[in-house]
């Protein structure tokens, strides 16, 4: 199992300095079987808006391929466009 972390947030910032749009998610990849992986996005913070709650199903090779390509996929939510975005990928060890 690999887990990251993948944030969302606005340029525009508020009288605090935090940013005024800010969502963060946990990504969880594990096996499937021989051919798959699934990938898991859980949302962190409050108003983060939710992904699809069935897991990410790819062929990719290695766990951090399959959590760049969810984060991908979920960098093209309707809500999350224009934002900019950062992945943290903790490898498993």
Do not use: C, W
Not at 51 to 65: G, H, N
Not at 73 to 79: A, P, R
């Amino acid at each position: 199992m690999t887990t990251a972390i993948a944030t969302f947030h606005s340029d525009s910032l508020d009288g605090m300095g935090i940013p005024t749009r800010f969502h963060r998610y946990l990504v969880i990849e594990t096996p499937f079987n021989d051919t798959y992986r699934a990938i898991s996005i859980t949302p962190l913070t409050d108003g983060t808006p939710r992904y699809k709650s069935a897991p990410i199903m790819t062929k990719e090779k290695t766990p951090e391929k399959a959590i760049k390509y969810a984060f991908e996929e979920l960098q093209k939510h309707s809500d999350l466009r224009g934002l900019k975005s950062d992945l943290s990928i903790n490898p498993s060890k």
